[in-house]
């Protein structure tokens, strides 16, 4: 049973999300959280997305509660990372692997958060970021979804996820869309 999806992505990470997160209807249950390499704020995702999607996209507040059926998006500057108590906490403690946000941080967070009931996906990217989160989230017993390296925009994040990750299943953007949707129909 998936209580909650995590998404990480950097270069060419806007094409991906959009062939995946338009797809989802308006009553998917689950909450995702995404962490993309922004440069600098604002990164305009929360407004590119809103017009694109039929469920709520949002960028949160510190402390937020983690909400079903909502996209949430890391701040620019900040880290997302998910509180024992499913609420949201945004750190502007240093950079990991040149970035805040991290996508290892908001994994590994998730990870000691929803254990066994949580899935990451690592999408296309230029850098290893991600990866020591992934193997966080198998280590708890979650799942782990990797774009296939081979069609993404930068092959460095998902090639990293898959060398850590024994568990991880690589997958197509579709199929990665197909899985979610699949989610709502278990």
């Known amino acids: 049973m998936t209580a909650a999806v995590v998404i990480g992505a950097s270069a060419g990470a806007v094409q991906a999300l959009s062939d995946i997160l338009p797809r989802l209807p308006a009553e998917f249950p689950l909450p995702i959280l995404v962490v993309v390499h922004v440069p600098s704020a604002p990164s305009g995702l929360t407004q590119l997305f809103s017009a694109k999607c039929a469920v709520a996209v949002v960028e949160p507040d510190d402390k937020e509660q983690i909400r079903p059926g909502t996209v949430y998006f890391a701040p620019p500057g900040y880290h997302l990372l998910v509180e024992p108590d499913a609420s949201i906490s945004l750190s502007s403690d240093e950079p990991v692997l040149f970035s805040r946000p991290s996508i290892d941080v908001l994994f590994e967070s998730a990870a000691d958060a929803f254990g066994a009931e949580l899935l990451g996906i690592v999408l296309t990217g230029a850098n290893e970021d991600g990866s020591r989160g992934a193997l966080a989230i198998e280590a708890a017993g979650g799942q782990i979804l990797v774009e296939d390296p081979a069609t993404a925009y930068a092959a460095?994040?998902?090639?990293?996820?898959?060398?850590?990750?024994?568990?991880?299943?690589?997958?197509?953007?579709?199929?990665?869309?197909?899985?979610?949707?699949?989610?709502?129909?278990?």
């Not at 460095?156 to 129909?185: F, K, N, Q, W, Y």
């Open 156 to 186: 460095a994040m998902p090639t990293a996820a898959l060398a850590r990750c024994a568990t991880a299943r690589t997958l197509s953007l579709d199929a990665i869309a197909d899985h979610l949707l699949g989610l709502v129909e278990r």
